[in-house]
T-cell receptor
Framework: DAGVTQSPTHLIKTRGQHVTLRCSPISGHKSVSWYQQALGQGPQFIFQ???????QRGNFPDRFSGHQFPNYSSELNVNALLLGDSALYLCASSLGTGSMREQYFGPGTRLTVT | AQSVTQLGSHVSVSEGALVLLRCNYSSSVPPYLFWYVQYPNQGLQLLLK??????LVKGINGFEAEFKKSETSFHLTKPSAHMSDAAEYFC???????????FGKGNQVVVIP
């Protein structure tokens, strides 16, 4: 079975631009979470979607938004890019949002903002 | 809020020697604790987890960790390091009544031949 997939693998954008990152969860998984991993840091939780609704949100500004589609795939959108948005963006899927539900991570999208 | 602390960003270990990575947690609820490994240019792979029950947890690739409530710790060990263990390791704790994770800053493990 395919794992979590993310696209694109790498992306270079300029300050002020907009970016969309995509994630396809494991088949049957209804929850998708997004994390930002800055260089030399651990991943930080951005938000979680479950059944097309945003269920939780971390401490990120409104420039970060997302969407989940009926097939449970998800997008992460970032507006007005800043240099500090350069990071590895990880998507994780799980069957649901319960505390016992294990998260499975994709390989990530490396975003560089110049 | 739940959090974890990992000290020593870079850890060097000789091939065949003990690997010990320390993780201390802070949690207002019974913690669910995790160790993940990240190889270069890859995502996170779950090594092991503690939810309830046995406090000594065995994971993949010969790793194990022991949950010690009195010390609020969940240290990761492997008796004999292999070159393939060179990677970054993250400790994480579940936050709240859901599966959202809070990660430590990670330990970059270098294995010396």
């Amino acid at each position: 079975d395919a794992g979590v997939t993310q696209s694109p693998t790498h992306l270079i954008k300029t300050r002020g631009q907009h970016v969309t990152l995509r994630c396809s969860p494991i088949s049957g998984h209804k929850s998708v979470s997004w994390y930002q991993q800055a260089l030399g840091q651990g991943p930080q939780f951005i938000f979680q979607y479950y059944e097309e609704e945003e269920r939780q949100r971390g401490n990120f500004p409104d420039r970060f938004s997302g969407h989940q589609f009926p097939n449970y795939s998800s997008e992460l959108n970032v507006n007005a890019l800043l240099l500090g948005d350069s990071a590895l963006y990880l998507c994780a899927s799980s069957l649901g949002t319960g505390s016992m539900r294990e998260q499975y991570f994709g390989p990530g999208t490396r975003l560089t903002v110049t | 809020a739940q959090s974890v602390t990992q000290l020593g960003s870079h850890v060097s270990v000789s091939e065949g020697a003990l690997v010990l990575l320390r993780c201390n947690y802070s949690s207002s609820v019974p913690p669910y604790l995790f160790w993940y490994v990240q190889y270069p240019n890859q995502g996170l792979q779950l090594l092991l987890k503690y939810t309830t029950g046995a406090t000594l947890v065995k994971g993949i690739n010969g790793f194990e960790a022991e949950f010690k409530k009195s010390e609020t710790s969940f240290h990761l060990t492997k008796p004999s390091a292999h070159m393939s263990d060179a990677a970054e390791y993250f400790c994480a704790v579940r936050t709240g009544g859901n599966n959202r994770l809070a990660f430590g800053k990670g330990n970059q493990v270098v294995v010396i031949p």
